[in-house]
């Protein structure tokens, strides 16, 4: 079996959890802001929360923004259902803005006519949340501008990008969003088993983001509305949940983080090389803007269905029955059930739908060998001949 992706687990990442598991903490020691710093040194940003997945990081995002019932969020509709549940979980209302043909992100040109549409209908979002699909950053220079220009937050998705790069800065330094939000699931770039952060430049945003991981509870004595009764004393000044990432998770993710650039680079090499072996066959590759050093979490080719004989399906099922588990990134959202239910019709967002038909994610991840990834080659080159 060779998956899409997959984590990439050394002796160092295993004595470092069960070091943990031998200290005194096992959550809420001193694991958490070490794992919170490793992140900010790579992204430049000022500060970070940990919490135990990206789809909680996204929430606190919205939370901290002050998403409230009837305002809107915007998204991409190419991308994880949990960039757009965290606007329903703040009982807000979501909307879809369609990719660009070219980097399946979040076109900037498509933002810039719907807000105009939506700033005369008086419905214009409290929220975008671009996503770097891939791990390529979106156009976030030009969706900033647009932000300016409207007044919307912005919340970058950056779940498959740490380590990735825009206009020469790393993703997640927050210089053109309010808040970047990391996943550390196993598929993702680097690992802390489930896990999640949110980062941000902004010392407010940064204590209601705290405030919202744990119950929204403080010791913070500049925040509460009494003197402190004793020593015990806390209070609670927001409903916010337990989001709080584990020691445990968090060793493994400082462990990992000493090998993101290694990560990154493998990432890369492996990239090149399906860009070679795959250059005569009717597929589309992945597209890079100039702009961008993707963290290359995924390898998204596009069957160009009218030069090839068979199926997507066909070409899908062989793959899989080779025992290369393929896997496509995304259905888009707006056609699940839960959303059509909400009112969205396919056709709705053509350039999404249209992708939806003919990529597939070829097998992904640093420890991928080239026999492995001949492999790969030789069964899609069958497919398609
Ligand atoms: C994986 C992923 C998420 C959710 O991450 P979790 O850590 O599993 O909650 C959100 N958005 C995108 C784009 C993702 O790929």
Known sequence: ?????????????????????????????????????????????????????ATSALHIACLALGLKPDDWLWTTPNTFVASANCGLYCGAKVDFVDIDPKTYNLSAQKLAKKLEV??????????????????????????????????????EDGSHAIGGRYQGKPIGNCRYSDITVFSFHPVKIVTSAEGGMAVTNDPKLAE?????RSHGVTRDEQLMSKPADGPWYYEQIELGYNYRMTDLQAA????????????????????????????????TLP?????????????????????????????FDALREASILVNLHYIPVHTHPFYQRMGFKLGDF?????????????????????????????????QLS
């Open 252 to 283: 493994l993710g400082v462990s990992q983080m000493q090998r993101l650039e290694c990560f990154i680079q493998d990432r890369h090499q492996i990239a090149q090389r399906y860009d070679q072996l795959l250059s005569d066959l009717p597929l």
């Open 287 to 315: 597209w890079q803007h100039p702009d961008n050093y993707s963290a290359m979490h995924l390898y998204v080719i596009r069957l160009q269905l009218d030069k090839i004989a068979k199926t997507y399906l066909e070409v």
């Open 1 to 53: 079996m060779i998956p899409y992706g997959r984590q990439d687990i050394s002796q160092q990442d295993i004595d470092a959890v069960t070091h943990v598991l031998q200290s005194d903490f096992l959550t809420q020691g001193p694991k958490v802001p070490l794992f919170e710093q490793a992140i900010m040194d790579v992204c430049g940003a000022k500060y970070a929360a940990a919490v135990n997945s």
């Open 118 to 155: 939506a700033e005369k209908q008086g419905r214009l979002p409290k929220i975008v949340v671009p996503v770097h699909l891939s791990g390529q950053s979106c156009d976030m220079q030009a969706i900033h501008a647009l932000s300016k220009k409207y007044g919307f937050k912005i919340i």
């Open 350 to 382: 053509p350039e999404s739908e249209q992708y939806y038909k003919e990529a597939i994610s070829l097998p992904m991840f640093p420890s991928l060998t080239e026999e492995q990834q001949d492999y790969v080659v030789s069964v899609l080159k069958e």
């Open 208 to 212: 209601r983001l705290e405030l919202f």
